[in-house]
């Protein structure tokens, strides 16, 4: 079961913390050429590679690789009533949530004849990953789609791997959630070389490249969205789940249990970390969590997650303790379990989510909290963010100057093109400001 961490009496430096905090191994290196390979081959080929991939990763390639509107249709006329309310009420609060992610267009008057715009424009197409594997997710639709649509992308390709089980089609719970929101543009693909395809395109089966690629997947749609970086824009290379939760002798060690292992649920790498200062309390949720592990649906995936080094009990001397070992630790999902949560909640800087006090756990921020699920996972909170609608907008800056406004810094353009050595940007503007005073 999980290990324990004695950090008490530690280092607090971030160098220290760094080197304490578990972890688990998530280098791209060993798949940047596999990946390299498999996006060079679809460039290459177009949709003959793609096949030849599906074939050799997935069992089988679908016989169409974009879906047929029948398909879309189909798929959303058999989803299971109670999945249909689910999804309906997870589009509903994520849209709201997306909506408030908009910043308004805002007007700076510098002075007479002197304005400049700022404006959020949504990039024009973007192409969605939804993985496959151990899961079927759904949910990663809701949380993909509903933030491109708020921030008014016109044009959406979704890709998801395709499934022996169903045909090498696309999971057919996955094409309703797609048709649930109006997408109609869906590809049985998975993979880098996916990956591959939205970035580059597939002329032949009418896949244009897109602007922007989100959503999670294995370390190989990881090493591709690297390498396509620059050639589209990307949200950000997905690891393994995290759970950091902060308790201390006032938590419920039985709901904290349920919360490790609910991450450590999705897979034998995910990370599950619990951080306190109280001694009981983990020794209490070492007990529920062996409970509580030996009887879930997915044990044997738990219990590798819960062994694996990238999960632990930490102990630490105090609360800032802790905040300094999670704000260094960066996790996907924080939950927080203290008895003065208003007290730490304004130091802890570092984290994709935050979840506060016992009825708010990560699950919840899975499905219907409102909250986006696509994070930023393996440190990368430290300096990204949670998918939202901001990821499709660009900022541009709209410059506006008269004849007024322009004489009055003419000068100033002369001077510092001068000291620059570039004389013609003060000629451009002298040609405009000549003979006035």
């Excluded at 490249?209 to 396509?228: E, M, Q, S, W």
């Amino acid at each position: 079961m999980m290990r324990v961490l004695d950090l008490r009496g530690s280092d607090r430096s971030l160098a220290g913390l760094l080197s304490s905090v578990p972890r688990a191994s998530n280098d791209l290196s060993s798949a940047l050429d596999v990946a390299s390979n498999l996006i060079a081959d679809v460039v290459d080929r177009g949709e003959a590679a793609l096949r030849d991939q599906a074939t050799k990763f997935d069992g089988g390639a679908p016989e169409s690789f974009r879906v047929s509107e029948s398909e879309m249709s189909r798929a959303l006329a058999e989803l299971d009533p109670r999945v249909r309310d689910g999804l309906e009420e997870a589009i509903a609060r994520v849209r709201k949530v997306s909506q408030a992610q908009v910043p308004p267009s805002s007007l700076t008057t510098l002075g007479p004849g002197a304005v400049v715009e700022q404006r959020w424009v949504p990039v024009s197409r973007v192409g969605l990953y939804v993985p496959g594997g151990k899961a079927v997710y759904p949910s990663s639709v809701v949380m993909n789609v509903v933030p491109a649509q708020v921030a008014g992308v016109s044009s959406i390709a979704l890709v998801s791997p395709p499934q022996r089980e169903f045909g090498f089609a696309v999971h057919p719970t996955v094409l309703a959630a797609a048709a649930l929101l109006g997408i109609d543009e869906v590809y049985a693909m998975g993979g880098a070389g996916a990956v591959g395809a939205l970035a580059h395109g597939v002329p032949s089966i009418g896949l244009d490249p897109v602007d922007v690629i989100t959503g999670p997947g294995n370390i190989f749609v990881a090493a591709a969205k690297r390498l396509v970086r620059g050639i589209v824009g990307i949200d950000s290379e997905a690891g393994p789940t995290e759970i950091l939760i902060i308790a201390d002798e006032s938590a419920d060690a039985d709901l904290v249990a349920a919360d490790l292992i609910s991450q450590a649920e999705h897979d034998s790498l995910a990370a599950a970390v619990l951080v306190t200062d109280s001694v009981d309390l983990a020794d209490a949720v070492q007990e529920r969590v062996r409970v509580r592990a030996a009887g879930t649906s997915h044990a044997e995936r738990v219990a590798e997650a819960l062994d694996g080094p990238q999960s632990a009990t930490i102990l630490v001397d105090d609360l800032a303790h802790a905040v300094a070992l999670s704000n260094a630790y960066a996790p996907e999902h924080l939950e927080v379990h203290v008895t003065d949560t208003e007290a730490i909640l304004p130091q802890l800087t570092n984290a994709g989510a935050i979840f506060v006090g016992n009825d708010a756990p990560v699950s919840l921020g899975d499905y219907v909290a409102g909250s986006n699920h696509v994070l930023p996972t393996l440190g990368q909170a430290r300096f990204s963010s949670a998918l939202g609608a901001y990821t499709f907008l660009r900022a541009q800056q709209v410059i506006r100057y008269d004849a007024e406004g322009l004489a009055t810094v003419a000068h100033h353009v002369r001077a510092l093109s001068d000291a620059e050595n570039l004389p013609a940007h003060g000629d451009a503007v002298d040609a405009r400001t000549e003979g006035e005073d």
